[in-house]
């Protein structure tokens, strides 16, 4: 029998998987540049703004968990099409919204549709992941940092010369064509009994356990976005060009280890690996939380963005994969504990570091980073030793 096909067909499938995390990636970044010119557009105050952006995250999250309900009915496949598609109108929604409470809701559903896409590709790569009998959460993960920074970096030089809603028109075309070329390429989830294919939320505590495990790694992603630069600013004395390098240093070596991840997973392990990038990440915070130079410290965020870079990629893929259990429901539980480390955790960030300084709080970070290190024996059904594992109610 001719295995070439089959063969071919999935590793079109694991680019497919690639080119939507791209996608996601490229139009949460290109957000970001809209930002001050949606300030600016509305007459809005940073209090208002802060508001809709939590609106935004607020639709991520609460489409999460109806993304595992949709999975477990209709398969990742059906979902990463469905909202890959919708994925791509959603900054031109925003764009095009003429006040501050259609705004409000244009982001509500740009994050609803950006957080329910989220969890599909991820359950789509671990669906591919098992037909190839080896690991790509990493680099797909990797993919999704690429396009962040392509969506950011170009967004700021097109809206500066035609203005923004050209620019959410480009986006949008750019986006569209991606998500048009990867969509038959889906992989497509395995047949299982239709007795199966009801949404629950998983039982087994090992799943909640790795959305706590993924909630304090994603925490310390969360500090280092909204509070690093402050940090270098107000307690280390460095100017505002110089606290720029803090998250720049951290998410460009988080995006660069991400595509040398899976290799590193499929001679190591999951645990191993996990076990290496969890002592690191908090070897690098807590030099930044002690550190009394302002460039020590960016290099120490960039030691801890080469450790964090592959925790959530493989919790994802054990959540994905364990036993009796299916992946849409496991990743919608660890995605949507995990990115409440992002939404939530920041803020009690803040009203810490308000009284007693940043300092500390990075080195509190570290020692939440040493308790996942523990938990690392959690993360071993990412693993394939065994063969691909065959999913209950996908």
């Not at 109108?89 to 095009?96: I, N, P, Q, T």
């Not at 050209?166 to 889906?186: D, K, Q, S």
Request: charged share 10%; glycine share 12%.
């Amino acid at each position: 029998m001719d295995l070439t096909v089959p063969a071919a067909i999935t590793t079109r499938a694991r680019w497919a998987v690639g080119a939507m995390f791209f996608a996601n990636g490229f139009l949460t970044g290109s957000w970001a540049p809209q930002i001050p010119v949606l300030v600016a557009r509305l007459g809005i105050t940073s209090f208002t703004l802060g508001f809709m952006i939590l609106g935004f995250g607020a639709g991520a999250v609460l489409s999460m968990a109806w993304a595992g309900h949709l999975i477990a009915r209709h398969g990742s496949q059906w979902v990463v099409r469905m909202f890959g598609v919708a994925c791509v109108f959603g900054l031109l929604l925003v764009a095009l919204a003429p006040n501050v409470a259609l705004t409000a809701c244009a982001l509500f559903v740009f994050g609803g549709m950006i957080g329910a896409m989220d969890v599909a590709m991820n359950a789509n790569a671990v669906t591919v992941e098992r037909k190839l009998l080896r690991a790509i959460m990493s680099s797909s993960h990797g993919f999704w940092s690429l396009g962040g920074f392509f969506g950011g970096a170009m967004g700021g030089l097109v809206i500066q010369r035609f203005g923004h809603l050209p620019h959410a028109v480009l986006v949008t075309l750019l986006a569209g064509a991606l998500v048009a070329m990867a969509y038959r390429e889906i992989a497509a989830d395995i047949p299982v009994a239709q007795e199966h294919r009801k949404f629950v939320l998983p039982r087994s505590p090992a799943v909640y356990l790795l959305g706590l495990m993924a909630l304090l790694s994603m925490n310390s992603e969360g500090a280092v976005l909204d509070w690093a630069a402050l940090y270098l600013r107000d307690e280390m004395g460095s100017t505002i060009a110089t606290a720029g390098f803090a998250f720049a240093a951290f998410s460009g070596a988080m995006a660069a280890m991400r595509f040398m991840g899976d290799g590193v997973r499929n001679k190591f392990g999951a645990v191993v690996t996990f076990r290496i990038s969890s002592l690191v990440a908090a070897t690098g915070m807590l030099i930044a939380g002690l550190s009394p130079w302002p460039w020590l410290v960016i290099l120490a965020f960039a030691v801890g963005g080469l450790g964090i870079a592959n925790m959530i990629p493989i919790l994802f893929s054990a959540a994905g994969n364990q036993p009796g259990l299916a992946s849409g429901a496991a990743i919608s539980v660890v995605t949507l504990m995990g990115y409440s480390g992002i939404l939530v955790s920041p803020s009690l960030i803040g009203f810490v570091g308000q009284y007693v300084g940043f300092a500390p709080v990075f080195v509190g970070v570290a020692l939440l980073l040493l308790v996942v290190f523990l938990m690392a024996g959690l993360t071993r059904a990412a693993d394939f030793d065994h063969g691909p594992k065959p999913p209950q109610g996908e």
